[in-house]
């Protein structure tokens, strides 16, 4: 069985900080891309950012230059920095990962952390 289970929501002000962490954990042969999702209240889920295993990055336009993803491959573990954080941030925030067993590949979603930025 494989798990994501994300950690480091929770609630701040407005031009506040958070990091978020999501680590892996289960039969796991490899990890390719990680990612960080986000679902707002009444809103579909986005895409935030995602990194292949050799560090490629891509990001929402809305949160370039303020969010940085990273990501451990050793620990199987993937970070998403929040820096200048805005109302409009608040949501539930998914890990998605893909990860191979020696056999085949599969997405897998954590269950999400809630962020909260008042304004």
């Known amino acids: 069985q494989v798990q994501l289970v994300e950690s480091g929501g929770g609630f701040v002000q407005a031009g506040g900080s958070l990091r978020l962490s999501c680590e892996a954990s289960?039969?796991?042969?490899?990890?390719?891309?990680m990612a960080w999702h986000r679902q707002a209240p009444g809103k579909q889920r986005e895409l935030v950012a995602e990194i292949t295993s050799s560090g490629r990055t891509n990001y929402a336009d809305s949160v370039k230059g303020r969010f940085t993803i990273s990501r451990d491959n050793a620990k199987n573990t993937v970070y998403l920095e929040m820096n200048s954080l805005k109302a409009e941030a608040t949501a539930v925030y998914y890990c998605n990962a893909e990860i191979w067993d020696l056999y085949a590949g599969m997405n897998y979603w954590g269950k999400g952390t809630l962020v909260t930025v008042s304004s």
């Open positions: 289960g039969n796991i042969f490899s990890v390719t891309t």
